[in-house]
Structures are given as structure tokens and as C-alpha cells.
């Protein structure tokens, strides 16, 4: 990693939307309480506040990606995931849209947020990533990254109620940052977002 923490850092942030969806509406489900309305760049900024694995590092610039599908079987959920992203995207934050097979089994976000993260920092666009994703799926892609990439840093952040994965922690080389439900509860959008007209809401 060289001397990144002596020096001002690009962080670029890296949300597997799906993997942190889903434990945000198993806890919906059982509370009542709905913190599904993100505000993921708030989530990043908090994060390298807080977490003692950043405090080395004094931020110059922030680049958040959000990876996510549309539920296409359900017009209602289709019609607020699509608001859910526009809100997004008036946050500064890239949209990248995969989509979802017959068996409701997401496909292509994976390997979209492995060639944004490799491509990326083949064009020095990135001093440090952040990987928000409790998926195993993306072993292999970190092996390479950090053989490819010794200059730069690369972390793992696990949504809420992730189990402890040791083949992530091996492949990255240090302890995974754990979440919890507090942390999206204290980020969210504001209720009301304008979106030309009218208001959106969550």
C-alpha cells in the first residue's frame, strides 16, 4: 500500500446493492422498522469517519458506485427500486443496473462491480477501495487485485447480519468491517426528494 496513509487518498466505494438490501428488509420484516432508503454515500462518509481501519487515511475524493437490478415480475416494487435510484443518483452516485433471470436469481451484478473495480484501478482512477458485499463470489477477484495491485488498498465491508466468511478474510489479508442496522437506520435519504415533479417518496 505504499505511503497512503501519509497522504490525501482517492476512496471509491463499491455497494453490492442486493447483498445489503436483503438483510435491510429481513429486518423490515421482523421490526417494522424500514431503513431500506439508503443514502449510501452518507453510509461511505460515516464509515471512513469512524472505523478505526480508516483513520490512517485523510480523504480528497469520494467516488461511490451503487450495483443493483430491477425487480421486473412486480410493477410496485419495480416502480420504487426505479425511484430508489434516482434518489441515488441525485447523491452523486453512479447507478450500474444488472438484471434479474426467470428464477429471480440476480445476474451480472458481480461481475460488473469485479470489472468496475479492476478497470478502474488499471486507470489509476483510485488510490482505495471499498468493497460493501458479504459475497464470497468475489474471492478470486480480490487474489488478483492485490497480486495486480500492491500500490493501492482494498477493504471488505459486510452488510448487517453477515456471517463471518474466513475465505474473504484470507484472500483480503485482514479482518472484514462488520455492520450493523444502526448504521443504515442513521443514513437515510430525506423522505422527500424532488424528482422534477412530484415528490418522491421511500
Request: hydrophobic fraction near 35%; include cysteine; proline fraction near 5%.
Amino acid at each position: 500500500m505504499g505511503n497512503l496513509t501519509k497522504q490525501p487518498v482517492r476512496v471509491h466505494v463499491f455497494i453490492d446493492g442486493y447483498n445489503v438490501y436483503v438483510p435491510l428488509a429481513k429486518h423490515y420484516n421482523a421490526t417494522g422498522e424500514n431503513y431500506k432508503w439508503v443514502d449510501y454515500r452518507k453510509v461511505a462518509t460515516k464509515l471512513l469517519a469512524t472505523n478505526h481501519q480508516f483513520n490512517g487515511y485523510q480523504t480528497k475524493d469520494l467516488q461511490v458506485s451503487f450495483f443493483t437490478a430491477l425487480p421486473t415480475w412486480n410493477d410496485k416494487k419495480k416502480e420504487r427500486h426505479e425511484r430508489f435510484v434516482e434518489a441515488c443518483k441525485l447523491q452523486d452516485i453512479e447507478v450500474y443496473e444488472g438484471r434479474f433471470n426467470r428464477n429471480r436469481d440476480e445476474k451480472e451484478t458481480d461481475i460488473s462491480i469485479a470489472i468496475e473495480l479492476y478497470r478502474q484501478a488499471s486507470k489509476n482512477l483510485y488510490d482505495v477501495a471499498i468493497l460493501l458485499t458479504g459475497d464470497t463470489d468475489f474471492v478470486p477477484c480480490i487474489k488478483a487485485f492485490r497480486e495486480d495491485f500492491p500500490e493501492k488498498a482494498i477493504f471488505v465491508v459486510t452488510p448487517p447480519m453477515a456471517q463471518k466468511c474466513t475465505a474473504l478474510e484470507k484472500a483480503l489479508g485482514k479482518p472484514l468491517i462488520s455492520t450493523t442496522v444502526g448504521l443504515y437506520s442513521s443514513c437515510q435519504l430525506s423522505p422527500k426528494l424532488a424528482i422534477k415533479n412530484p415528490y418522491l417518496y421511500p
